[in-house]
């Protein structure tokens, strides 16, 4: 198991470029099965969740050839998929909750399709009674038995479906099985998340009828059959943020590239109310702070809202920021895990219910934290970048779940961090003569 080490204290300083978005790409690549042509997908970010994908793919008969020079780029070739043999095992879901894109993917395309059912996960008891109302509201019979979730058509034919709840994954995986259903289907109350813009765009690309994406109506038009397209996705605005929210922590001067700074309004208006400068230009925004910031109240929220991807890193930037602030989580019920680890640190969280009550200290000192869940992992790393001394993160792997080469890029920005094999004493003292 390999851990993080951190020596805190340093303001990050420089430029950092923002891969692929992690579950944009989730969602593209299962719709790249759609079509029996083969699918090129450009700046796919090489994290555990997307190989995971991958091998899923692969292990149904699809083919997925990497481009020796560039591991961001993919091509995927659904054609040798056995219809009969769609079955996603319950390895690959308790790995990625997203394999269940594969359900309505493979169900538009083949009107068949078993996934594992994926139960809860380290942040919620995660239901999926709305991709269940999506597809029967389009025909098909969706059976769960035996742990798996079975879904059959003899054809799915377009309806109108209202979501009870707004869900990425249930518009995702109800577009899927729409775009290759009989006439059209309207979808209301639907997730408006950067990433549904982007599977759709992939999706029009393979010659689907999509439109409204981005809004809370979305309108699609069936088609007979999709084909090849050559696709770029769209850049990660959670670790964009993630790398924001460093640059303030560490009070240093980070100019984050490759991004879209229109995804990052709800987090660059929260950090420029407390007191950080946030400048933006076409593709980057920079990230200044030099002094204590202030508290404020947040809420998250379904995209334009705040995200709750990004709220266990705010919450730790507001641990140490002057005053009481008031976090209020409204998507996941399990997402506070890591305020007991922050609290080794010297952090002063009550958790009620829902909200988390921070009364900002000065400052944490380094202390040996586990990471309960990705988002969280990084939360946990921000910490050890601003705190006192020497911080271990167990646990990593969660934290490479979504975040390509992160100790590389921190480190290029000036951080003292190191993944190491096991943190022992040795280990330890080698990091320390390291950055001493
Ligand atoms: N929900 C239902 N019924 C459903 C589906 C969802 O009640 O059938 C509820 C959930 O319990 C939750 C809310 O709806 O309270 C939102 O869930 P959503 O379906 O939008 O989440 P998701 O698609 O499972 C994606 C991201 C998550 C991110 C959420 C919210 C992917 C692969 N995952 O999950 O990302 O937190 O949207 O924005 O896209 C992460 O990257 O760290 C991560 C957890």
Request: hydrophobic content about 40%; glycine content about 10%; proline content about 3%.
């Amino acid at each position: 198991m390999e851990q993080y080490i951190i020596k805190g204290g340093k303001p990050l300083v420089g430029d950092v470029a923002i891969g692929g978005a992690k579950n944009a790409a989730l969602g593209i690549l299962a719709g790249a099965i759609m079509t029996d042509e083969t699918v090129v997908i450009d700046n796919l970010p090489n994290v555990r969740d997307t190989n995971t994908m991958l091998a899923a793919i692969q292990d149904i008969g699809g083919i997925v050839e990497r481009d020796g020079k560039d591991p961001h780029v993919v091509k995927v070739n659904g054609a040798n998929i056995n219809p009969e043999r769609v079955y996603i095992d319950y390895d690959y879901i308790k790995k990625i909750r997203a394999s269940y894109y594969l359900l309505g993917a493979l169900l538009g395309k083949y009107k068949k399709a078993k996934v594992a059912l994926p139960g809860g996960c380290n942040i919620g008891s995660r239901p999926i009674d709305q991709h269940k109302k999506g597809f029967e509201a389009l025909g098909a019979r969706v059976k769960i038995e035996h742990g798996m979730i079975c879904a059959e058509a003899d054809e799915l034919v377009g309806n109108h479906i209202y979501f009870d709840v707004v869900s990425v994954g249930a518009t995702i995986n109800t577009m899927f099985a729409a775009c290759l259903a009989k006439g059209k289907t309207t979808l209301e109350n639907t997730a408006k998340e950067p990433h549904i813009v982007d599977v759709a765009n992939f999706l029009n690309s393979m010659g689907a009828n999509i439109k409204g994406a981005g809004t809370d109506l979305i309108r699609i038009r069936g088609v007979e059959k999709l084909h090849s397209s050559d696709y770029s996705i769209i850049p990660d605005q959670i670790e964009a943020g993630t790398f924001m929210l460093m640059a303030a922590a560490t009070r240093g001067d980070v100019r984050v590239n490759n991004v879209i700074p229109k995804h990052l309004d709800a987090l660059s208006a929260k950090l420029e109310e407390i007191g950080a400068r946030v400048d933006e230009f076409d593709d980057a925004v920079r990230v200044r702070v030099d002094g204590r910031l202030g508290h404020t109240h947040v809420k998250t929220l379904p995209y334009p809202g705040f995200p709750t991807d990004m709220q266990p890193q705010f919450a730790t930037l507001l641990s140490v920021s002057s005053g009481s602030s008031i976090v209020t989580e409204s998507i996941w019920e399990n997402r506070y895990k890591y305020v007991g680890e922050l609290s080794r640190m010297g952090a002063n969280i009550n958790i009620e219910g829902n909200t988390a009550i921070i009364n900002g200290v000065e400052g944490l000192t380094g202390a040996a934290v586990t990471v309960p869940d990705l988002r969280a992992g990084a939360a946990l790393v921000l910490a050890g970048l601003m705190a006192e001394g020497y911080t271990v993160v167990d646990q990593i792997e969660y934290i490479e779940r979504g975040y390509e080469s992160f100790e590389a890029k921190l480190n290029l920005l000036g951080a003292h961090i190191e993944k190491i094999q096991f943190a022992d004493d040795k280990a330890v003292q080698r990091f320390k003569l390291r950055v001493s």
